[in-house]
């Protein structure tokens, strides 16, 4: 005698497989879509790196954006990728990101392109931008 449960067994197992391929060009399409914000964004200063303060030592660092990651200067973040939204006027994305190294501060980063401007809106009211792409050094 056959428990009822592994009577199902082979049923959900071939329902679960064909559900990951169904999804597979989607997230595909995503990742693709995706690399638009990819690349060093940042503000004239930010770009040339120049100090934060005239005289200063702290260097204004621009944002680096992977598959993955973020990064401004030594902060590093984790990014956790939702759907891409391709509007008329741009993309818009929103990432979960998971920043710092001891201590992991959490924050839903919204992303928006338009007109070769990026803004990154962290956790809805503060911004970060407009930004644009840095030329290749």
């Not at 621009?62 to 939204?85: A, M, N, V």
């Amino acid at each position: 005698m056959v428990a009822p449960g592994l009577r199902r067994y082979p049923v959900t197992m071939r329902l679960l497989i064909l559900i990951a391929l169904l999804n597979l060009p989607i997230d595909v399409a995503a990742a693709e879509d995706r690399r638009v914000f990819f690349g060093t964004w940042g503000t004239a200063k930010q770009c040339a790196r120049e100090p934060i303060k005239p005289g200063g030592t702290f260097l204004a660092e621009p944002y680096e954006i992977g598959d993955e990651w973020l990064r401004q200067g030594q902060l590093w973040c984790l990014l956790s990728w939702g759907p891409i939204e391709k509007r008329p006027d741009g993309y818009f994305s929103g990432a979960h990101a998971r920043c710092g190294e001891d201590t992991v501060r959490q924050y839903f980063l919204g992303m928006v392109l338009s007109d070769g401007e990026l803004t990154l809106r962290w956790g809805f009211p503060a911004s970060s931008g407009p930004l644009r792409q840095c030329p290749r050094s």
